[in-house]
């Protein structure tokens, strides 16, 4: 059954950072006809009305329209332990994440968790993740099964560790190819899932697994692999000392097959000259997590250089170091980390890295992330006055991305009416 859905559509055309503002459109008065979970037709309001006469119509007045959010860089399993205080990286893995992680042995708790996280998170707009789940198979069921449940377009995969970790948290370079083989076989492409291959970081897995995590990439090329780089100077300086050839972080990845497009680096905040230049040779992503880097005190990612030079670039929560479940505190937080850097990013531009940007860097972007005939139809309903002090603000406003940037800096669940889900309300 289709519907008709009216409010100021926002939708893109290109990458704002490379055309500037003609990337983006914004009809006022707009509407999207969706139909059997997907976007049909795009239009004025008074258009589609006369257009569709029979079709029902829900009429979201002055509130926006966007694709939904897309969170490039997730741990589902530290939805518990997301605000913790006082660590630093490695302390923070060992005090906080690793003894949660623990507990996704038990499927029950696995179950409860990724349906927490999933309510948690769509509440907030965002109707695509890609997360990492633990070392359990049983976390990745849950995970996808409960993504499954409410028809999300999700990425996912067992996150390995064969040394470096709590010996309940460890698996083998064997098993650790195995498990991933099979879960990959039992997940990858059922509707809208899609298995990532997922090393959790180098000082986390032996040479020996990074090369077999490498050959299952190289076995199945048309999956995502995801990891960590270059987080914080401690786990540089780490990472080189458990690898004394590497030349530097990428090479602990990239001499065990696991540097290539559609690999997605997490973090990626201290590159040096060779790791950006290879990176960008191989149209890498790169997922930026601003909350996360402001909260455990990694850094601050160079968006400006990074995307002037090219780079594939997504934004991501990354839940529970990231201090947020929600992709509009996320964009803020990558607007003061680039003022922090001497550059303000447009709304347009965040907007943009929230949807489109995280989309393109899981090479999804002609299914997701923008509102075009054809595409999937997830889709946010942002109301732009959602409390007083940004309805205030909003009033002044004199065009479109005035009206939208008080709800990045300071909106949050409030401002979220609806999501749609495959053409489908919520
Ligand atoms: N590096 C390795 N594991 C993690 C993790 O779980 N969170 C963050 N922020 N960095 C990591
Ligand atoms: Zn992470």
Redesign the pocket.
């Known amino acids: 059954m289709a519907d008709l859905i009216l409010g100021q559509v926002l939708s893109y055309v290109g990458d704002p950072f490379q055309v500037g503002l003609a990337a983006a459109s914004c009809d006022s008065a707009g509407g999207v006809l969706v139909d059997a979970g997907k976007i049909v037709a795009v239009g004025s309001a008074q258009e589609l009305r006369r257009a569709y006469p029979q079709t029902p119509v829900t009429d979201y007045g002055h509130s926006l329209i966007s694709a939904g959010f897309i969170d490039a860089h997730v ?1 589902y399993p ?1 939805t518990a332990i997301i605000g913790s205080w006082g660590k630093r ?1 490695i302390e ?2 060992n005090t906080y ?1 690793f003894p949660e ?1 623990i507990r996704f042995a038990d499927r029950d708790y696995a179950d409860i968790i990724a349906n927490r996280y999933f309510d948690l998170t769509l509440a907030q707009g965002t109707t695509s993740v890609c997360s ?1 789940c633990t070392i359990h198979p049983q976390s990745v069921d849950a995970f996808f099964t409960a993504a499954h449940e409410r028809q999300l377009r999700v990425w996912g995969g067992k ?1 390995c560790m064969d040394r470096n970790a709590p010996e309940a948290l460890r698996d083998t370079a064997q098993s650790g190819y195995d498990d991933s083989k099979s879960l990959l076989a039992k997940w990858h492409r059922k509707d809208r899932l899609s298995y990532v291959i997922t090393p ?2 180098s ?2 897995s032996t040479p020996e697994q990074l090369s077999a995590l490498g050959a299952l990439w190289g076995e199945n090329p048309d999956c995502l692999m995801q ?2 780089l270059s ?2 100077t401690d ?1 540089i300086a780490w990472t080189k000392s458990l690898f004394p050839t590497a030349r530097d972080y990428l090479d602990t990845y990239e001499s065990h097959g696991l540097l290539r497009k559609g690999g997605l680096y ?2 990626s905040i201290w590159l040096e000259e060779r790791e950006k230049s290879r990176l960008r040779e191989m149209d890498a992503s790169l997922i930026h ?1 601003p909350t ?2 402001t909260f ?1 005190g ?1 850094g601050l990612f160079d968006m400006d250089g990074l995307k002037t030079a090219g780079h594939r670039v997504g934004l991501a929560t ?1 839940t ?3 201090s947020s479940f929600s992709m509009l505190r996320t964009m803020a937080a990558a607007y003061e980390v680039a003022q922090l850097r001497g550059r303000a990013l447009h709304p347009a531009e965040l907007w943009w890295l929230a949807t489109v940007g995280s989309a393109s860097a899981l090479h999804a972007d002609h299914q997701v992330g923008n509102i075009a005939p054809g595409m999937e139809a997830d889709l946010v309903i942002v109301d732009l006055a959602s409390t007083p002090a940004i309805e205030q603000a909003t009033r002044r406003a004199a065009d479109i991305w005035q009206a939208i940037f008080p709800t990045i800096m300071m909106g949050d669940d409030r401002a979220i009416r609806d999501v749609w889900i495959a053409g489908k309300r919520r």
Request: negative net charge; proline residues 3%.
């Open positions: 741990h530290q990286l923070w893995l994440t992680e990492y996150t959790r970081f000082p986390t990891t960590h987080e914080q786990e997490g973090h997590c996360s880097n455990i990694s990354d529970g170091g990231g």
